[in-house]
């Protein structure tokens, strides 16, 4: 099965978490909007007209016919064909909810520079961003922290589920990864109390086929056009 | 299996999409922190320690011995046994699609009143919820009610997937019902061009189970402590 990945050519985003868990796999797939005229299907595709389950937004998987949106839906349906989830149902639905909680996470990092709306500049809502960043490193990021801390210290054995890794694991060490970008001050505060989850991201960034992806081209670097965006102004250390 | 429900029994918030599932169900279940002595239960399941697999907020639902927390994780597992889903893999992901793509409409409803954070009251951050709300119904809500007025024009049976309902359509419902209620003037001017939602209200509050409910004490009043709210302040006509 060749899976076509359908997602914004330029940043890391929501795409990322499917291309890490298809990298770390070594899926056969197509990343479609890098490829020449890849962003016109693409495009094409995210036209409500014509698509029998149109998706809201990108990024989205066709999987032969099949066409699947809303990123942790993708890792979900993804998740046991890589072998990056259990196959039981409680144990699927554990991870997926893990992943559940990493999407809202995720939403209130992107919040932090877009809390008016996302179709606005960062320069548009400069002061309330402000506000809003201070309030998410002084209340939001400890708890999203310490709670997967906490899942990791009660699995003991170095990935969230125990001893094998799960979509969930990449998706954590992207949260690690981009708030260490955006937010380098703040998080240097919070490793030290955390010391599993930034375990578990060096863990993680030395999976031979995910070492060799996150040394490719094929990673695009973060930037201020992602969800993870360095503004110094923003990055205050947590009291 | 008597399934039981954990949520603030104050408000209906993501709690009610579970509700409205497991009344339109008929489903044996108890909505525990509205029982004697329930709410201390609720906080001792809140509480990290002790719990295999905590969940980082309510709701979550107890069936068996499993405890599943994420309100569309939830209503993934509920979907097939209250014959609220199809049963194929790509029909539960379809449906599982719909219901994330509500839950993220569902956070930017809440963020209008709460665009710096969510531990602050209302009355600390009214000039950024006075301009995220004015973003709202100008560039969000159309596009949500647009999408699924789109997909329920393509099914053309009434409901989002044709004749039968699934947990979406009540979910839909709900969302029609909180923002008429929060919003009624930015909803009245956008009625007639989403009318196949607005008849999805309808069709769903006229089944009988959910009749009953909607009438009854079990149905938590819309009210300033949920994530739905009227503020007149920030209910303005879209131009």
Not at 12 to 32: H, K, M, N, P
Not at 43 to 67: I, S
Not at 186 to 199: G, K, P, S, T
Request: aromatic share 10%; charged share 25%.
């Amino acid at each position: 099965m060749r899976y076509k990945l359908y997602y914004w050519p330029e940043i890391q985003g929501r795409g990322e978490f499917i291309r890490l868990a298809l990298e770390d796999a070594g899926a056969d797939y197509v990343d479609v909007a890098r490829t020449a005229g890849g962003m016109r299907q693409m495009e094409k595709l995210l036209d409500l007209q014509g698509q029998a389950r149109p998706a809201f937004a990108a990024p989205f998987l066709k999987a032969g016919r099949q066409v699947i949106a809303q990123t942790a839906n993708i890792l979900f349906f993804l998740g046991p064909r890589l072998r990056l989830a259990p196959k039981d149902e409680a144990g699927r639905l554990w991870v997926h909810q893990l992943q559940l909680t990493i999407a809202d996470w995720l939403a209130e990092v992107h919040d932090m520079h877009h809390p008016i709306g996302s179709g606005l500049y960062y320069e548009d809502q400069k002061p309330e961003s402000s506000r809003r960043a201070a309030d998410f490193i002084a209340e939001r990021l400890p708890k999203f922290l310490g709670y997967f801390e906490h899942i990791l210290a009660r699995a003991g054995d170095g990935y969230l589920l125990g001893k094998t890794a799960t979509y969930a694991d990449l998706s954590l060490f992207q949260m690690v990864a981009g708030l260490r970008y955006a937010l380098p001050r703040a998080m240097a505060r919070m490793e030290r109390q955390n010391a599993r989850v930034i375990a578990l991201h060096g863990r993680v960034a030395a999976r031979p086929r995910l070492a060799a992806y996150l040394a490719s081209e094929r990673r695009v670097p973060l930037n201020r056009q992602g969800i993870f965006r360095h503004y110094p102004e923003l990055d205050r250390p947590a009291k």
